[in-house]
């Protein structure tokens, strides 16, 4: 069986049962620190990269709001959207008329609910994904990105993308660390073809787990999903 016949979900149900089928995640530093950090085979370690390439398979909003302040716990939030568009569970409804979508409703002037991104990258001789969970400060460079991309009448999932970090700092003087993007290459048609497979996968699972926003594992203060239950 080669690389495009394979199966992520009947990969997961063989192999994994009963076991931790989380993908693993690619992790953003704090304080503007421009190094990221990779998964590696060792669990208890991290590969630590100034820049990596990967292809985009799918990406989404991850909206995500707690009505409590963050305890250190890792309880689902109380209302999750992954389209920007629909919010799901308490309040619920329509993310543009909701007030917890409006600047001044959480901390320091920003949103009660962080608008944060969601992405599935598939690395060089990787089959399984791997998750970034775009910081709300990095949304205005992606987007940005992406419009270059499709001025050339490219999709992000149709090519090989270089992402890496700058230091910046926001208005009240707080570093952060903010996601560069540049295209590395086109893919090949055999490429695609299978990268189209995979996407549509992971489409599946990301859109199914719109309409169950209670049971999905979500990292409180990341905003990453955990795991994947296909």
Same mark, same amino acid.
């Not at 890792?74 to 619920?92: A, E, F, W």
């Given at each position: 069986m080669g690389l495009s016949d394979f199966n992520i979900s009947e990969g997961f149900s063989e192999e994994l049962a009963g076991l931790d089928s989380g993908f693993d995640r690619i992790k953003i530093p704090a304080g503007g620190g421009t190094m990221f950090e990779l998964p590696c085979e060792n669990a208890d370690e991290a590969n630590v990269v100034r820049e990596f390439s990967a292809v985009i398979l799918y990406h989404h909003p991850m909206y995500t709001f707690y009505s409590s302040k963050y305890n250190g !716990?890792?309880?689902?939030? #109380? =209302?999750? !959207?992954? #389209? /920007?568009?629909? /919010?799901? *569970? @308490?309040? /619920? *409804? @329509? =993310?543009?008329n909701c007030t917890n979508n409006k600047f001044g409703s959480g901390e320091n002037g920003s949103k009660a609910c962080k608008n944060k991104h969601q992405m599935y990258l598939l690395r060089e001789s990787e089959i399984f994904p791997a998750i970034l969970s775009l910081p709300t400060s990095s949304n205005k460079e992606f987007s940005k990105y992406i419009k270059r991309l499709l001025s050339k009448g490219k999709k992000s999932s149709n090519v090989v993308t270089k992402f890496s970090l700058k230091k910046a700092v926001n208005k009240t003087g707080i570093s952060y660390s903010q996601v560069q993007f540049a295209m590395e290459r086109a893919l090949t048609p055999d490429e695609n073809e299978l990268v189209g497979k995979i996407s549509e996968q992971v489409k599946l699972y990301a859109k199914g787990n719109e309409t169950t926003p209670a049971h999905a594992n979500i990292n409180k203060n990341t905003g990453e999903v955990m795991d994947i239950p296909f």
């Open positions: !716990s890792n309880n689902p939030p #109380d =209302c999750l !959207s992954i #389209d /920007g568009v629909t /919010g799901v *569970g @308490m309040p /619920g *409804g @329509m =993310c543009i």
